[in-house]
């Protein structure tokens, strides 16, 4: 099996569009509207991001069978945990995440760079991928992940996220997570990372997120949800987005039909 970020990167030579499957209300028919999802929007989609609030009801093999879906119709799937734990019980969740089929996990950094560092060391092992938060798009966001803080009373005073961009750096993890609600940070983190790790920005649309802008400041993939799944045509929302993400030439201006 390749590297995750090598099949994502394989999977999104038409689009970096990630779906993010998530419903406010969960009920008995959330695997089959994930699997209609999958088949009607596959062709301008390069993965799909599960929350947590959706995997909670479901069955292992429910899961499974959902993970095999995305993957014979070409998507790499995504657990969206924020994983942050002690290292023995994100070890143990993560390979029961690995076994269920999923290609990366999303992951909180908060518990400090040796934690994510054997989060990305065993995910790497099989050739699974790490995802990190580094600022998330929600309004709040702003009061926690601007937050300044020093490690060393030597230090000076740094906003959170970039003490988080650092550790992700560090420890080779396979993206991040920057809000497309904040482009000048996208920006910024683009400039450090480079090629090294790509940006995945949740918050297009319904947030108030613009996907030109977030792709024009730096974002590798676009994560996106109620926008394409509360729309009145999901297919031609989506299609509209593919062609924002897909070439500089056709990405779209400031919005998106509902």
Same mark, same amino acid.
């Given at each position: 099996?390749?590297?995750?970020?090598? !099949?994502?990167?394989?999977?999104?030579?038409?689009?970096?569009?990630?779906?993010?499957?998530?419903?406010?209300?969960?009920?008995?028919?959330?695997?089959?509207?994930?699997?209609?999802?999958?088949?009607?929007?596959?062709?301008?989609?390069?993965? #799909?991001?599960?929350?947590?609030?959706?995997?909670?009801?479901?069955?292992?093999?429910?899961?499974?069978? /959902?993970?095999?879906?995305?993957?014979?119709?070409?998507?790499? @799937?995504?657990?969206?945990?924020?994983?942050?734990? #002690?290292?023995?019980?994100?070890?143990?969740?993560?390979?029961?995440?690995?076994?269920?089929?999923?290609? $990366?996990? #999303?992951?909180?950094?908060?518990?400090?760079?040796?934690?994510?560092?054997?989060? *990305? @060391?065993?995910?790497?092992? !099989?050739?699974?991928?790490?995802?990190?938060?580094?600022?998330?798009? $929600?309004?709040?966001?702003?009061?926690?992940?601007?937050?300044? *803080?020093?490690?060393?009373?030597?230090?000076?005073?740094?906003?959170?996220?970039?003490?988080?961009?650092?550790?992700? /750096?560090?420890?080779?993890?396979?993206?991040?997570?920057?809000?497309?609600?904040?482009?000048?940070?996208?920006?910024?983190?683009?400039?450090?990372?480079?090629?090294?790790?790509? /940006?995945?920005?949740?918050?297009?649309?319904?947030?108030?997120?613009?996907?030109?802008?977030?792709?024009?400041?730096?974002?590798?993939?676009?994560?996106?949800? !109620?926008?394409?799944?509360?729309?009145?045509?999901?297919?031609?929302?989506?299609?509209?987005?593919?062609?924002?993400?897909?070439?500089?030439?056709? !990405?779209?201006?400031?919005?998106?039909?509902?």
């Amino acid at each position: 099996m390749t590297k995750f970020k090598t !099949r994502i990167s394989n999977s999104s030579t038409d689009s970096r569009i990630i779906l993010a499957n998530d419903y406010n209300s969960v009920n008995s028919k959330i695997v089959l509207q994930t699997i209609k999802n999958i088949k009607t929007l596959h062709k301008f989609l390069c993965g #799909i991001k599960l929350n947590f609030h959706v995997l909670l009801p479901l069955g292992k093999k429910e899961i499974i069978k /959902i993970n095999k879906i995305a993957h014979q119709y070409g998507l790499q @799937t995504i657990a969206d945990i924020k994983l942050n734990d #002690i290292g023995n019980t994100n070890q143990v969740t993560s390979k029961t995440l690995w076994d269920f089929g999923f290609d $990366a996990v #999303i992951v909180n950094p908060i518990m400090g760079p040796k934690s994510l560092k054997k989060i *990305v @060391t065993e995910a790497h092992k !099989r050739n699974k991928g790490v995802i990190a938060l580094c600022h998330m798009s $929600a309004p709040e966001a702003k009061l926690s992940y601007e937050l300044n *803080v020093k490690l060393s009373k030597n230090q000076k005073p740094k906003p959170l996220y970039q003490m988080f961009l650092k550790w992700a /750096i560090s420890n080779k993890v396979d993206g991040i997570i920057v809000g497309a609600t904040y482009p000048k940070i996208v920006n910024h983190c683009k400039k450090i990372v480079g090629k090294k790790l790509d /940006i995945y920005s949740p918050g297009v649309g319904t947030q108030g997120g613009n996907a030109k802008k977030a792709i024009t400041n730096g974002s590798d993939f676009l994560i996106v949800g !109620r926008t394409i799944l509360g729309s009145k045509n999901p297919v031609r929302t989506a299609k509209q987005l593919q062609s924002a993400s897909a070439s500089p030439a056709s !990405r779209l201006g400031t919005g998106l039909d509902a």
